[in-house]
């Protein structure tokens, strides 16, 4: 696995390039489970090739036509998405209980993170109590997918940069029927994943309580 890593005093941040997506769950899963009450916890960004993924518990008939493009069953909440090039993926691997951290608390600083960046860009966005993830004018900016195991999360965010969303008309994104999805570039703001990473970076370590402050 190709990666960068980057230490911080709490937690190893790690850009893994763009990946195939079931090596990198894998991954992750491997990681969880071999975990103990002294390892780091790290966040892992990255991009993934073309595929669509289906939470534990999804219904397949939001996954309309997905032609060419693989179709993956996880083990993550939530329903279908898609991910692919353009869109930032961060995956929180945390020992919550340690961190001090609900599920709901760690939804909220993913959540509150995206919020926070587009405020950076001039971009009002919003929350839904109802239907996790980031919103824009009722686009989707940002959706957000987890598993907790052994007291700790993996899966996490993706956040759409400069993607191409044509995919997303293939499926019911996160099981809504017409939901528009969007993308920063879209909006205006930034379309290099890279430097959303960085300026996302402060924002997610502030709001899940893992910055050195």
């Not at 969880?32 to 397949?60: K, M, Y």
């Not at 020992?95 to 001090?100: F, T, V």
């Not at 290099?192 to 050195?212: E, I, K, M, Q, Y």
């Amino acid at each position: 696995m190709n990666q960068a890593a980057q230490l911080f005093s709490r937690v190893t941040i790690r850009d893994l390039g763009l990946q195939e997506y079931e090596p990198i769950w894998r991954d992750m899963q491997r990681f969880t489970d071999t975990r103990n009450s002294t390892t780091a916890d790290e966040i892992w960004f990255t991009e993934h090739q073309p595929v669509f993924t289906l939470g534990i518990n999804a219904s397949r008939k939001h996954l309309l036509e997905p032609g060419d493009i693989p179709v993956v069953q996880i083990d993550r909440g939530g329903q279908v998405t898609y991910h692919g090039p353009g869109q930032l993926m961060i995956y929180p691997l945390i020992d919550i209980r340690r961190a001090g951290l609900g599920v709901r608390d760690l939804v909220t600083g993913l959540e509150q993170s995206v919020i926070d960046l587009a405020a950076e860009y001039g971009i009002e966005a919003t929350s839904r109590r109802d239907a996790p993830g980031v919103y824009v004018a009722g686009a989707k900016l940002a959706s957000v997918g987890l598993r907790i195991r052994r007291n700790a999360s993996f899966h996490g965010m993706a956040l759409n940069v400069d993607v191409d969303l044509e995919p997303f008309s293939r499926i019911n994104p996160c099981g809504l029927p017409n939901l528009e999805v969007t993308d920063l570039g879209r909006l205006g703001a930034e379309r290099d994943p890279a430097s959303v990473r960085d300026r996302l970076l402060p924002h997610l370590l502030r709001n899940l309580g893992l910055s050195d402050d």
